[in-house]
């Protein structure tokens, strides 16, 4: 037995992995770990050498075992585990951390019988470094591939009376509760999504009178203890004893709270029950996975959790739905960790195509069709919100508006002399709504600025004083016919465009907007920033006191101050404006 290639887990050097090393620490604190023993670090880059590869993205398929570490392992599966079956699993460098689990994304192998099936479950654990599914979430996660390294665990098969895992802290809502789902015999439809785990939610602070729960609340809060953290644990029953086959922490993203609303009966009369599994909000057509084409911003219909590709197209997608499983699996800690909102649905009536909202806070389904138009607007709204993508900014600002045309000039003036406009040009304003169009405190547009094209989702919230306090969503696009896409995916129609002069300065930590509508000869200004003192002061920074000539006006107020229409708002020679033939910073200055 050559201890270079694998040794007993009690032995296990750091560099094995979190998981490997995680059961070192349980075992040596006195939970029961099943017997088990590791091929560190060190032998995976001996196989890199082996096959003369340079690092681990060079790994294509399974690589050629050394012979010493094939004699290595069948001589410490024939004399340690004489026979009986083991279970062979992934221990990767990346595996198991706080910002990223990698839960699902390398392989384990089950009931190995033969030293040969376990030399070849080796070769997959390897191998399984570079899936497609593991490409992408390392990807995703910003996991260098090229440092990445796998050490494997051998460990004697448990067969339990009933398995399964255990949170000790709910991942979905902020409850002072465990939650353990389990199946009987092994727990490898728990973790794999599959079937329809018994669900138990228990107190973390009482005794329970469940005997095995019990033991799960007790280890559990030692574990939680031990490793500075909530924990997802693995684990199973044999006998009364119970067994930890692994422990790591949950990976816990901060939450955006919705803001609350209310459905109408008639709304809610159609809601579909389901399960929160990853919580937030989403409204998008229903794609079932696999298919082709994009899953951009779709809610991605799945029925099978283990299946290519779908990592990279619950990416794409802004909700995921499951029909199977529970809120405890693999990938529904990888849905958490993507931030996509997801419900395990009951009810499988919604086919692909149907624009559906994901209320992944409450618990349920519909269809946006059977939503209110001032609703729909909020819900997606929220949708926007819960969005954690690269493309996506978010926005909370106070405005006020000054329609002296003095106080403009002498503003614009002082700007000016300061340094020159970030912006200056037309801009074009496209909104998009539901019909019957609603008037309310959402809205949502596309907004062409120069070069710079974007989708804004806005909440006007109740003005304050001078101040109107507006909340916005930002999602930036290459083109415009890449908004009208992204719109039109949620079943909004397009609005009269709209066109306005446009001269931006930024000062202070505030943005000062000045604006003229095409019909209009009068200018005003928009002045936006975090918050009030930091407006007022940039006023004051220019010489001006925040007094009544500083109003709260939306889009209907500003038209009825300027008194234009919608019929004003079109540039009567759009080409000579973009060939700057037309003067657009024309007024009263």
Request: aromatic share 8%; net charge negative.
């Amino acid at each position: 037995m050559s201890d270079a290639w694998l040794v007993p887990i009690a032995e296990a050097p750091a560099e094995c992995g979190r998981k490997a090393d995680r059961l070192r620490l349980i075992a040596q604190a006195g939970q029961c770990v099943p017997p088990s023993w590791i091929l560190p670090f060190d032998s995976y880059r001996r196989v890199l050498a082996h096959n003369r590869l340079g690092d681990s993205r060079d790994l294509n398929g399974k690589p050629d075992l050394p012979p010493e570490l094939i004699d290595a392992v069948t001589e410490v599966y024939d004399t340690v585990f004489r026979g009986a079956p083991v279970v062979v699993r992934s221990s990767a460098l990346s595996e198991d951390n706080a910002f990223a689990s990698c839960a699902g994304q390398y392989d384990s192998f089950l009931n190995r019988t033969s030293a040969q099936e376990v030399v070849a479950a080796i070769a997959d654990c390897y191998a399984s470094l570079n899936s497609r599914n593991a490409r992408r979430y390392q990807d995703l996660h910003g996991v260098d591939a090229s440092l990445e390294q796998m050490a494997v665990i051998i460990q004697a098969m448990v067969w339990p009376d009933r398995a399964g895992v255990l949170f000790t802290h709910d991942p979905v809502a902020a409850t002072e509760v465990m939650i353990a789902e389990s199946v009987p015999g092994l727990g490898t439809p728990v973790v794999a999504g599959s079937g329809d785990p018994l669900r138990v939610r228990f107190p973390r602070d009482q005794v329970s009178p469940d005997a095995d729960l019990e033991q799960l609340r007790s280890v559990g809060l030692r574990l939680e203890e031990a490793f500075g953290a909530p924990q997802d644990i693995e684990w199973g029953i044999s006998d009364g004893q119970l067994y930890i086959f692994q422990s790591r922490d949950i990976t816990l993203k901060a939450l955006t709270e919705p803001y609350a609303f209310d459905l109408p009966d008639p709304v809610t009369e159609k809601l579909l029950p389901a399960v929160a599994v990853s919580r937030g909000i989403a409204v998008g057509p229903v794609r079932r996975y696999p298919g082709e084409g994009s899953f951009h911003e779709s809610v991605v219909l799945v029925e099978d959790q283990s299946v290519d590709g779908i990592v990279d197209a619950v990416w794409s997608g802004s909700g995921v739905l499951l029909t199977s499983g529970g809120v405890l699996s693999h990938f529904a800690t990888v849905v958490r960790e993507i931030g996509r909102p997801t419900l395990r649905i009951v009810d499988t009536a919604v086919v692909d195509g149907d624009v559906v909202v994901v209320d992944a806070v409450s618990g349920t389904l519909c269809r946006l069709a059977d939503v209110p138009p001032t609703k729909a607007k909020q819900l997606i709204f929220e949708a926007a919100r819960s969005a954690r993508r690269p493309d996506y900014s978010i926005e909370e600002k106070v405005e006020t508006v000054l329609f002296d045309a003095d106080s403009v000039n002498a503003i614009l003036a002082r700007l000016r002399s300061i340094g020159t406009p970030a912006f200056k040009g037309v801009q074009n304003i496209i909104p998009f709504d539901y019909l019957p169009r609603e008037y309310c405190s959402y809205s949502v547009r596309a907004q062409v600025t120069g070069d710079t094209v974007r989708v804004q989702y806005k909440r006007a919230l109740k003005p304050v004083g001078n101040f109107r306090h507006d909340y916005e969503v930002h999602v930036h696009v290459e083109t415009l016919a890449a908004a009208r896409e992204h719109l039109g995916r949620l079943g909004l129609a397009e609005m009269t465009g709209q066109e306005r002069a446009l001269e931006v300065h930024h000062f202070a930590g505030c943005t000062f907007s000045f604006m003229r509508w095409p019909t209009s000869r009068r200018w005003y200004v928009g002045i936006d920033g975090p918050d009030e003192a930091m407006v007022e002061t940039a006023i004051k920074e220019l010489g001006h006191q925040l007094d009544g000539r500083f109003r709260v006006a939306d889009g209907v107020q500003i038209f009825a101050e300027l008194g234009l229409s919608l019929d004003d708002c079109l540039f009567p020679d759009r080409a000579a404006v973009a060939a700057g033939e037309v003067r657009v910073d024309e007024g009263p200055w």
